[in-house]
């Protein structure tokens, strides 16, 4: 079964815009943490932000926040006034305290900023 | 800041051939791994190891050995390589398992005819 699940595949906004990418995990510990990684066209892949399973609250970071709500398992990335330099794959990853050395990715987002 | 390095950033193949994907980070992370990325499947666990002398296989090992006999250097060997190995492959590392994010290196692509 998959432990994370990112069920938007690709999606387009046009510059300005706001955009929800949407990230639903699975597990059963209670003690995880939850990460996003952002792939540029250029193929790395550059670390976002992690949260741990008992930090509920949302963060912000510039046009960057995240929503993270235990009760519907879903750890959702939002980007406010999209910009052109957002055009990227997101993933989303899991990793649970009891088997801490794996770590779970989604199958990614790709976002499409056009100006 | 070095990081996480991988060499080589792209390599050739025909099947059957044999090549090693080089892997070293100078933070002192005990954490290391591999994963590939393929198109519609994002990145999956090839191998991982959380010290000099323990590797441990992932969700996707077969065709692919690893050894780490230092905490820098966890090489990814493919003994006789397949089609279905190509591959953009990513080697990363961490402060701990489960605990800290994990920092990846550039990236080796690979393509096997």
């Known amino acids: 079964a998959q432990k994370v699940t990112q069920a938007q595949t690709e999606i387009s906004v046009v510059e300005k815009e706001d955009v929800t990418l949407d990230c639903v995990y699975e597990?059963?510990?209670?003690?995880?943490?939850l990460f996003w990684y952002k792939q540029p066209p250029s193929g790395e892949l550059v670390f976002l932000i992690r949260r741990n399973s008992f930090d509920e609250q949302n963060e912000i970071s510039g046009r960057y926040s995240w929503n993270f709500q235990k009760s519907t398992s879903s750890f959702n990335f939002t980007i406010t006034a999209s910009q052109v330099v957002d055009s990227a794959v997101y993933f989303c990853?899991?990793?649970?305290?009891?088997?801490?050395?794996?770590?779970?990715f989604g199958t990614g987002t790709s976002l499409t900023v056009i100006p | 800041n070095a990081g996480v390095t991988q060499t080589p950033k792209f390599q050739v193949l025909k099947t059957g051939q044999s090549m090693t994907l080089q892997c070293a980070q100078d933070m002192n992370h005990e954490y290391m791994s591999w994963y590939r990325q393929d198109p519609g499947m994002g990145l999956r666990l090839i191998h991982y190891?959380?010290?000099?002398?323990?590797?441990d296989q992932g969700e996707v090992p077969n065709g692919y050995n690893v050894s780490r006999s230092t905490t820098e250097d966890f090489p990814l060997r493919l003994l006789s390589a397949a089609p279905s190995q190509t591959s953009v492959y990513f080697c990363?590392?961490?402060?701990?398992?489960?605990?800290?994010?994990?920092?990846f290196g550039e990236g080796s692509r690979l393509t096997v005819l």
């Open positions: 990853a899991l990793s649970e305290a009891r088997t801490g050395n794996q770590f779970y």
């Open positions: 597990t059963r510990d209670t003690t995880y943490y």
């Open positions: 190891s959380v010290g000099a002398g323990i590797t």
């Open positions: 990363a590392s961490s402060y701990g398992p489960g605990h800290g994010e994990l920092f």
